[in-house]
């Protein structure tokens, strides 16, 4: 089992920068596909990018795709979105969570672990 607490959520500009972080417990974190997942209020939860365990092949949403970067450090079991270029529609709670089995996958039934989410809030 592992545990993701979410953290670097905050209030931004329009055009601005914001690092999310994902710290995991347990020592098989090398051992998950991690995804990032969004959700706007009246909104079904949308899939934002995944990584995979190792060797850090990547997967995004078309609407994040060249502005987000999902990366990972599994020494310190973590796993970090880089979110550039941000725009009003991207606010929303953001979480991680963790696969098991399904190598990217972008649908959130197939995530075995979920984190608390931490609010992005981007202002015009």
């Known amino acids: 089992q592992v545990q993701l607490v979410e953290s670097g959520g905050g209030l931004v500009q329009a055009g601005d920068s914001l690092r999310l972080s994902c710290a995991a417990s347990?020592?098989?974190?090398?051992?998950?596909?991690m995804g990032w997942f969004r959700q706007a209020p009246g909104k079904e939860r949308e899939f934002v990018g995944a990584?995979?365990?190792?060797?850090?092949?990547?997967y995004y949403a078309d609407s994040v795709k060249g502005r987000f970067t999902i990366s990972r450090d599994n020494a310190k079991n973590t796993v970090f979105l880089q979110m550039n270029s941000l725009k009003v529609e991207d606010t929303a709670v953001y979480y991680c969570?963790?696969?098991?089995?399904?190598?990217?996958?972008?649908?959130?039934?197939?995530?075995?672990?979920w984190g608390q989410g931490t609010q992005v809030t981007v202002s015009s």
């Open positions: 969570a963790a696969n098991t089995y399904v190598f990217l996958s972008p649908r959130p039934r197939e995530y075995d672990y």
């Open positions: 347990g020592r098989t974190f090398s051992s998950y596909t």
């Open positions: 990584i995979s365990r190792s060797k850090g092949s990547t």
